[in-house]
Each structure stands twice: as structure tokens, then as C-alpha cells.
């Protein structure tokens, strides 16, 4: 799995304008956080569509970042989408 456990106390903050979604606390819950550059700390990536904490996300568009698994289904739906656009 590629879901990543996260400690309670947490929120979901975007890291810049057009960036991945990422989890941050004021206090360290984890040493594997890293210290965020305008304060608290920041945690695992957030998958902008099933919003699973995940080790890496990909960017699929300008603001999306999706977990591996959002982004087969993407690829998937981008499928769909040309087909019926050329019908
Ligand atoms: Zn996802």
C-alpha cells in the first residue's frame, strides 16, 4: 500500500500556489517530518481526489495531484473523453 499513517492534530495545507496537497501540524508528530519553511512541520503528500496521505503524488493538471491511483483513473477518463470528442 501506498497510504502512509498519520497521527491525529493535522491539516491538510496546500504547499504553493499550484502545488501538492501536503499534511502539516504545528508540533512534530513524526521525526520523519520535515520543518516547514514558514513554521510547523509538513508530513505526507494528500491525493487531491480520494485525499488518502500518501508517499508522492503526481501532477495530472495545473492544480491536481493525484496519488498512482487517481492517476491510472485519469489517464482513463482522458481516454474516454477523446473518444467521444472525435465521435
Ligand atoms: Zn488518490
Known amino acids: 500500500m501506498m497510504t ?4 491525529g492534530n493535522t491539516e491538510i495545507r496546500r ?9 502539516w501540524a504545528e508540533e512534530r508528530p513524526l521525526s520523519s517530518w520535515i520543518p516547514y519553511a514558514t513554521g510547523g512541520y ?3 503528500y494528500v491525493c487531491e481526489i480520494c ?4 508517499v508522492g503524488v503526481y501532477r495530472c493538471s495545473s492544480e491536481d495531484w493525484r496519488c498512482a491511483k487517481c ?5 482513463r477518463t482522458g481516454k474516454e473523453k477523446r473518444v467521444r470528442m472525435a465521435a
Open 51 to 54: 485525499r488518502q496521505d500518501v
Open 42 to 44: 509538513a508530513g505526507p
Open 15 to 23: 504547499m504553493w500556489k499550484g502545488g501538492p496537497l501536503r499534511r
Open 4 to 7: 502512509v499513517q498519520t497521527p
Open 71 to 75: 492517476r491510472v483513473q485519469a489517464a
